[in-house]
């Protein structure tokens, strides 16, 4: 059998199961809320163009207002400034999208503390066990926080010291980026950065130096408890929007039972 011949059939008897870390679309779908006074995207929308009815009688269809940075998404490098001169999302290499992808969990600590940074020193602890992160590949931060993503205001967890959110501490995020092998960072949360990021230095560290370093961010994930630590291969699919900074995206993993 031709490998392509190999991995339909590992497909169709299931040896190779189809695990979707794609959060569902919808006009409740949690968006960052950036405080004054920084422009904001906008909620998911759907408007209906016809729906088999006079406007349009044999067929639905609908027109979609959505931002580049909603719900799962992919960060360019081109988002952020110190990765301005790098790829838009339409000049991301289809290549670089289908990539191994491995989990750290960190599920237990964060249920312990929802501010809990990935510390370079987890990392370490995790290649002590696991073996070294895969070059190209993404390293995927599991947090338990996809439990909350269909609850907004549980979601985003501000109060009036902030947005207490995971995420991983400013030396991790640098080391990820100019020391680690790997092509990017995928999180559960609204975004790469931890809801404290804004005040780290430097401010947002996993957009400045992975975007910095012409990697990318994956956001707002879901399922990856049903992911092995290593071995996963993950299927990332943004639209390739000319100039755009994002999309969202449809990520998909293939993990052998
Ligand atoms: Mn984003």
């Not at 990697?215 to 092995?228: C, E, S």
């Amino acid at each position: 059998m031709s490998l392509l011949e190999q991995l339909r059939a590992a497909l169709g008897d299931g040896s190779i199961e189809v695990v979707d870390l794609t959060a569902p679309l919808s006009e409740t779908t949690p968006i960052l809320q950036l405080p004054e006074p920084f422009n904001n995207t906008v909620p998911f929308t759907l408007k209906e163009i016809s729906h088999y009815d006079d406007r349009g009688p044999a067929w639905y269809w609908n027109d979609i207002s959505t931002g580049e940075h909603t719900g799962t998404h992919f960060d360019a490098p081109v988002h952020w400034i110190t990765g301005r001169d790098g790829e838009d999302i339409s000049q991301v290499p289809p290549g670089r999208l289908i990539a191994p992808a491995v989990v750290i969990d960190s599920t237990a600590e964060v249920a312990a503390d929802p501010d809990y940074l990935l510390s370079v020193d987890d990392v370490r602890e995790w290649e002590r066990k696991h073996g070294p992160l895969p070059a190209g590949g993404w390293l995927l931060h599991r947090t338990g926080w996809d439990a909350r993503s269909r609850d907004a205001e549980a979601f985003l967890n501000a109060d009036e010291s902030g947005s207490h959110v995971p995420g991983v501490s400013a030396e991790c995020a640098r080391w990820l980026a100019e020391e680690a092998p790997v092509a990017g960072l995928g999180t559960e949360t609204v975004g790469t950065d931890a809801g404290a990021a804004p005040g780290f230095d430097p401010p947002f560290p996993c957009h400045s130096y992975l975007l910095g370093a012409g990697k990318y961010g994956l956001t707002q994930l879901q399922n990856l408890a049903r992911l092995p630590a290593t071995g996963a291969m993950l299927i990332a699919s943004p639209l390739p929007i000319i100039g755009g900074s994002g999309s969202p995206a449809r990520v998909l993993a293939l993990v052998e039972r």
